[in-house]
């Protein structure tokens, strides 16, 4: 018998053997799938948040911040420079002039419809050019905010989440109050997660005079930026950064990018727990077998396919489990809704979102787990002496 028949042979024997030690393997498989669970969970929510977040930027809109601020809230910019940022190289223009939209961003109180926490949520005050560089925008509810009056569109992610911003409600905040006249959509990016009102309103009720606190463009050519970013140099009453809307929304999407680092620490702790239980299966499983694996050794099968055999059974419990995992947390967390702090110190509304490179990386865990528990039990199942066989046949 060839040495492949032989490992073969090997490797259904032990498959079927496994309704002998029904609870060992299912412990094994349970397991590997908690650890497999926890980590695609952390990974899902990581990756949700920062596609929430990149899926709004464009790499033809140019995103001006006050230097060195890092976020809109931080961040300041003049009427005057708002007016010398209008005319610099590069922008693209229509009948009514340059394509520009200076924005304001405060802080408004939100509470949580899971938790009734209270939570910051933001209110952005921007006009009608605004709204349409965001290509994605939709109105879904209602209508649009009238320019100069009190009254606001909220994200669909907030009104999801939050409590009291359903079409027609009042909205107060501190001394000031709004009113939702529509509800908007922009495909489930990270504007979903913002309150939209009248900037001359937001400046009058905040008391902000004619400032702002960033300006977004619409560059005739992506390759426009460093012509910018020139300019803004060779102006001393500038100061400020200049970025696409894409990248600076990429660096922002990297803010819980410690989740998956977490989840990689917490899922290989939990790991090294699973390894310990799956070598003890393995070695029971092997010492349970070792009058057949003897036998097959006096009959002429070889170390190898003993050895071969042994990693197979484990290689299928940890794949079986990395499945039962992978399909547990696509069943509990793909497509879960939850909202975190952002950039800014605001909610930001995002979903869990698993991706074939995630289910991959939970793959991958599960079969180095049946690997290693595998590997040295295996080892030991190579190496039982053939005069067992004749030991337990006594």
């Known amino acids: 018998m060839s040495l492949i028949s032989q490992s073969t042979a090997v490797i259904v024997m032990n498959v079927r053997s496994l309704p002998r030690r029904f609870w060992m393997s299912a412990a094994m498989v349970f397991a590997s799938a908690v650890v497999v669970a926890i980590l695609l969970a952390f990974l899902a929510m990581a990756k949700g948040f920062e596609t929430t977040l990149q899926s709004a930027g464009s790499p033809d809109v140019a995103f001006f911040l006050r230097v060195s601020s890092g976020a809109e809230l931080n961040s300041s910019m003049s009427n005057d420079q708002v ?4 005319n610099a190289p590069g922008i693209a223009s229509d009948e009514n002039g340059p394509l520009v939209s200076p924005e304001l961003y405060v802080i408004v109180d939100g509470i949580k419809k899971s938790s009734q926490t209270k939570a910051n949520i933001p209110l952005r005050g921007l006009g009608q050019q605004g709204i349409a560089l965001r290509e994605s925008f939709q109105l879904t509810q209602g209508r649009m905010f009238a320019s100069g009056t009190n009254e606001l569109i ?40 913002e309150l939209w009102a009248d900037s001359r309103v937001i400046q009058n009720l905040y008391n902000r005079g004619s400032s702002y606190q960033s300006l977004r463009a619409k560059l005739t050519s992506p390759d426009n930026l460093e012509q910018i970013k020139a300019y803004i140099e060779n102006d001393p009453r500038l100061n400020q950064d200049v970025q696409s809307e894409q990248s600076y929304f990429a660096e922002q999407g990297q803010g819980l990018s410690y989740m998956a680092l977490f989840g990689r620490v917490i899922s290989t702790i939990m790991a090294l727990g699973a390894l310990a239980g799956a070598l003890n299966t393995m070695y029971t499983s092997v010492s349970d077998r070792s009058g057949e694996i003897a036998t097959l050794r006096a009959i002429g099968f070889s170390h190898f396919s003993a050895f071969v055999g042994t990693m197979a059974e484990a290689l299928v419990l940890a794949v079986i489990g990395g499945l039962v995992g992978s399909v547990a947390a696509f069943i ?44 040295f039990p295996a080892w030991r199942a190579a190496r039982v002496p053939v005069i067992v066989a004749f030991q337990n046949g006594r």
């Open 332 to 375: 509990f967390f793909d497509g879960l809704s939850a909202a975190t702090l952002g950039g800014s110190f605001t909610q930001v509304v995002f979903q869990f979102e698993l991706t074939t490179d995630l289910f991959i990386q939970g793959a991958t865990l599960a079969l180095i787990i049946g690997f290693l528990s595998g590997f």
């Open 154 to 193: 909220v994200g669909q992610s907030i009104l999801n989440e939050f409590e009291g911003f359903e079409l027609g409600s009042e909205i107060r905040s501190g001394k000031n109050s709004f009113t939702v006249v529509g509800i908007f959509t922009t495909g489930g990016n990270v504007f979903e997660s």
């Open 83 to 86: 007016n010398l940022l209008r």
